[in-house]
């Protein structure tokens, strides 16, 4: 199984309190990987991505999604080698970019990022 799919499997078992639909869309390229509804009726869109290293990787598509949508949106990168789990909103795609995974996340560790992501809209 590929990085990315295993990030998928592991965050839908751990966030049973988030309605996911994955977002498998080649007509609109840049689109975030899955759309997001939590409790508090909240839509946020999820952008995931595995590194096995500092830098994080975007396609021109995926910077100008998150640039023209900077609310309610979030990139969750996991790091291969620390395991770390990170999740950064999607209006610092830019910073991401340049500094990877230096830039201060708005929460690490799954049990955070969860929470995070569950508590939007409250």
Same mark, same amino acid.
């Given at each position: 199984?590929?990085?990315?799919?295993k990030?998928?499997v592991?965050?839908?078992?751990?966030? #049973?309190?988030i309605?996911?639909?994955?977002l498998?869309n &080649?007509a609109?390229?840049?689109?975030?990987d899955l759309? /997001?509804?939590?409790?508090?009726?909240?839509f946020?869109?999820?952008?995931?991505?595995?590194?096995?290293g500092?830098?994080?990787?975007?396609?021109p598509?995926?910077?100008?999604?998150?640039?023209r949508h #900077?609310?309610n949106t979030?990139?969750l990168?996991?790091? &291969?080698?620390?395991?770390?789990?990170?999740l950064?909103? /999607?209006?610092?795609i830019?910073e991401l970019?340049t500094?990877?995974l230096?830039l201060?996340a708005?929460?690490?560790?799954?049990?955070?990022?969860?929470?995070?992501?569950?508590?939007?809209?409250?």
């Amino acid at each position: 199984m590929k990085p990315e799919r295993k990030l998928w499997v592991e965050l839908r078992e751990n966030t #049973p309190e988030i309605t996911w639909t994955r977002l498998e869309n &080649l007509a609109l390229p840049g689109v975030p990987d899955l759309l /997001g509804y939590n409790k508090n009726n909240h839509f946020f869109t999820l952008e995931m991505k595995v590194t096995k290293g500092n830098k994080v990787r975007f396609s021109p598509h995926q910077i100008g999604f998150h640039v023209r949508h #900077p609310k309610n949106t979030f990139i969750l990168v996991k790091s &291969l080698i620390s395991r770390d789990w990170k999740l950064y909103e /999607g209006k610092r795609i830019r910073e991401l970019v340049t500094r990877g995974l230096e830039l201060d996340a708005c929460c690490s560790g799954l049990a955070a990022c969860r929470l995070t992501l569950e508590s939007l809209g409250a």
